[in-house]
């Protein structure tokens, strides 16, 4: 059974490589919010789309105090290769092993073309800054997340 977060809730530390290896932790953001979103594959369709949506909105975002990291298992090699083609300026956080994804209720069985696989159900995860979760979205769509979630909060023009 998959652990999902909800509002209230302490959020589960991480300490990530990002795009250049460099390592980033949920602790680095404490007293900042931060929208931090799971996606499945760095380069692939709609990953692409919903990443391009939050570099679209990330001065909106920025300027109501919020960061954003995306968090996928890719390898750092490809995550550098995803910011490059897109233009990406939020880390991308590499979690090959799924221990992140796991804690956050990102990873588990979902239903892709039908079939019922294991991977990444993707999903956005807000942390306040006192580190609790202000919100969660499991399973959104990659087209039209981000409009939501600016809407869920009260960000959209």
Request: hydrophobic share 40%; proline share 6%; charged share 25%.
């Amino acid at each position: 059974m998959i652990m999902r977060l909800s509002a209230g809730d302490t959020a589960p530390a991480w300490t990530a490589p990002d795009a250049d290896e460099k390592k980033h932790s949920l602790k680095d953001f404490k007293g900042r919010n931060l929208v931090i979103y799971f996606y499945p594959a760095a380069l692939t369709p709609g990953c692409t789309k919903q990443a391009c949506d939050f570099r679209d909105n990330l001065k909106l975002l920025a300027d109501a105090d919020f960061d954003v990291v995306g968090i996928s298992p890719d390898k750092p090699a490809k995550l550098a290769k995803f910011r490059e083609t897109h233009d990406l300026p939020f880390p991308l956080l590499s979690d090959p092993d799924k221990t992140i994804l796991e804690a956050y209720g990102a990873w588990g069985e979902k239903t892709m073309y039908g079939k019922k696989v294991t991977g990444v159900i993707r999903s956005t995860v807000v942390v306040d800054p006192k580190g609790k979760v202000a919100h969660a979205w499991y399973n959104v769509k990659a087209t039209g997340h981000v409009a939501k979630l600016l809407r869920d909060l009260d960000l959209s023009s």
